[in-house]
Nanobody
Framework: QVQLAESGGGLVQPGGSLRLSCAAS????????LGWFRQAPGQEREFVVA????????NYGDSAKGRFTISRDRAKNTVYLQMNNLEPEDTAVYYC???????????????????WGQGTQVTVSS
């Protein structure tokens, strides 16, 4: 099993930045996939970005391209989501999730993921 803990959410003004963290523990493998999803009130969960733990692949969702960047600190077993130029539409609960093995072309699908964190709230408002 893999345990995940997100942190770093909060309230930020439009145009501001936040960095979310997802700390993983347990059965970590180099080929596992870590994804970020978000869910706004009344909406379905939306894919943000997914990365292969070994860094070989990264896929960004449309909402993240050009504004969000994923990075990792393997020594800390932590993945970061740097979010810049935030907009009110980015307001959501952000979740990180893990699949034991990366599947090409499928990592945007939430149903592929086996383990989920508890989520962290991001609110973009003036």
């Amino acid at each position: 099993q893999v345990q995940l803990a997100e942190s770093g959410g909060g309230l930020v003004q439009p145009g501001g930045s936040l960095r979310l963290s997802c700390a993983a523990s347990g059965r970590i493998s180099s080929d596992m996939a870590l994804g970020w999803f978000r869910q706004a009130p009344g909406q379905e969960r939306e894919f943000v970005v997914a990365t292969r733990w070994n860094g070989a692949s990264t896929n960004y969702g449309d909402s993240a391209k050009g504004r969000f960047t994923i990075s990792r600190d393997r020594a800390k077993n932590t993945v970061y989501l740097q979010m810049n130029n935030l907009e009110p539409e980015d307001t959501a609960v952000y979740y990180c999730a893990v699949r034991s093995r990366w599947v090409v072309g499928r990592m945007f699908q939430e149903g592929q993921y086996e383990y989920w964190g508890q989520g962290t709230q991001v609110t973009v408002s003036s």
